[in-house]
């Protein structure tokens, strides 16, 4: 993780602003998307725990995300949500 976005977060969540998203290298990769800086829990490592079955609960333990300022609690809930949507198109993100 960026030593920049480390130290931007916290801040960000004191201040009551959302966190920006922060891009690596490979601005046309989403997976390598950090989503949340507290972590350096990438978006690619979010859909592979939801791949796996896990729940924010367990994607958190196993990643660190969501663990930290909370600063990236409506992205990651939005990500897990368009990822059930596409997982079950048929049904409404809920
Ligand atoms: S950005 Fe701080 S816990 Fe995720």
Redesign the pocket.
């Known amino acids: 993780m960026p030593a920049a976005a480390a130290e931007l977060?916290?801040l960000q969540?004191a201040l009551n602003k959302p966190?920006p998203k922060i891009q690596t290298m490979s601005h046309d990769n989403l997976d390598d998307e950090i989503?949340?800086?507290?972590?350096g829990?990438r978006r690619g490592q979010i859909r592979a725990c939801f791949l796996q079955g896990l729940d924010a609960d367990a994607i958190s333990r196993k990643t660190?995300?969501?663990?930290?300022?909370?600063?990236?609690?409506w992205d990651?809930g939005e990500y897990l949500r368009s990822l059930v949507a596409e997982a079950a198109p048929d049904k409404p993100a809920h």
């Open positions: 977060a916290p969540y966190t989503i949340c800086p507290c972590s829990t660190g995300a969501l663990s930290g300022c909370g600063g990236c609690e990651i």
